[in-house]
């Protein structure tokens, strides 16, 4: 196929396995973004088909020509990578011509690639200065800005934004995906930044423990999760969970709450579960009957949004609200949206309906 195959990747550092059997395909153009805890291999996995680390097992193939035992000047792939990597020496024009010139590309070759890169990213005012000489994000531009001028089969991207403040977090996102756009290349993001990952994913991948937990389209990740991992993991609000056990199709909770729930219909009674609801999901409604009985805990003002921590008596729940409501305060009472609760069998996590 045109794109990126991935079949059976066994990576491991001693006794200690970090990549166990990922698989994954992404056709070309799509923009991939790898997410997932601290030590849960996506790092090790993007430096893999850099060719920086040496896979135990398993094939890399880019646009059908294997590349797995390739050196990494031999895969027609540039990285960028967190900490910038620039040669402190060398002029922002030396740093992005580098890897031009040690592939003997011609002058005016180099001179159009570069004057490119620079229209692209806006640095052209920047081609005399070192890279002590710029902020954190002129330095990460000149970064993209090297890999750009390669015009390789693959991007790949290890959290290259982390050392950056929001705004110019955001300002970066919108010209990578932009020169992503343009350039028509895959590319791969790794990153724990939940923002980032939604933002930028054509595809979404989520690992835990070395293994790929789910991969599909953002939306479709955050509110279709295939477990309880992945629902807790994707999404800022985090979603929350709420024990109960299951009676004549409804989840009880904890204080006697009772909630109908349609995918609990066919359920065996007794059935030991977790609810999970996320912030836009539940609604303050008063305490009238049928709502689980709270106290606000904490309120946070988001803009024209508001964040109201309650403490039911079913657990901790959070609500997304409109700051134009009124700011509530004291006893409340909570609603959940039944059509939007998901229900995961305790203690596996795995997820039902």
Avoid: W
């Amino acid at each position: 196929m045109s794109g990126l195959e991935i079949e059976g990747l066994r990576k491991a550092f001693g006794s200690t396995p970090v990549l166990r059997d990922v698989s994954f395909e992404a056709a070309a153009g799509s923009f991939v973004v790898i997410v997932g805890p601290s030590g849960c291999g996506k790092t090790t996995l993007l430096r893999s088909l850099a060719g920086l680390e040496t896979v135990d097992r398993g094939a890399i193939r880019l646009d059908g020509r294997d590349i797995s035992d390739l050196t990494p000047a031999a895969r027609n792939i540039a990285m960028v990578f967190q900490n910038y990597a620039l040669y402190p020496t060398k002029s922002v024009r030396e740093n992005i011509a580098f890897g031009l010139r040690q592939r003997r590309t011609p002058r005016a070759e180099i001179a159009r690639r570069i004057a490119d890169a620079c229209e692209a990213l806006q640095i052209g005012h920047l081609l005399d200065r070192r890279p002590s000489q710029l902020s954190g994000g002129q330095r990460q531009r000149v970064a993209i800005g090297r890999a750009m001028v390669r015009d390789p089969a693959l991007f790949l991207f290890d959290e290259p934004l982390s050392n950056l403040d929001a705004g110019l977090r955001n300002d970066l996102r919108i010209e990578i995906k932009r020169i992503h756009n343009k350039m028509g290349t895959i590319s791969v993001f790794v990153t724990h930044d939940q923002l980032e990952a939604m933002s930028l994913a054509d595809i979404l991948v989520v690992m835990r423990d070395g293994r790929i937990e789910q991969i599909g389209a953002p939306y479709d990740v955050f509110r279709k999760p295939v477990n309880k991992f992945v629902a807790g993991f994707i999404g800022t609000p985090a979603m929350h969970f709420l024990a109960a056990h299951v009676e004549d199709g409804h989840a009880v909770l904890g204080g006697g709450s009772r909630v109908e729930i349609p995918s609990l219909a066919a359920v065996p009674n007794s059935t030991l579960v977790e609810i999970g609801v996320r912030p836009d999901d539940v609604s303050l409604v008063g305490q009238e009957s049928g709502a689980i009985a709270g106290l606000v805990d904490v309120t946070q003002e988001l803009g024209t949004n508001r964040l109201v921590r309650v403490n039911t008596v079913a657990g901790e729940l959070s609500v997304l609200q409109s700051a134009h409501e009124p700011r509530p305060a004291g006893p409340v009472g909570v609603r959940l949206s039944p059509q939007r609760a998901l229900v995961f069998l305790r203690p596996s996590g795995e997820i039902l309906g």
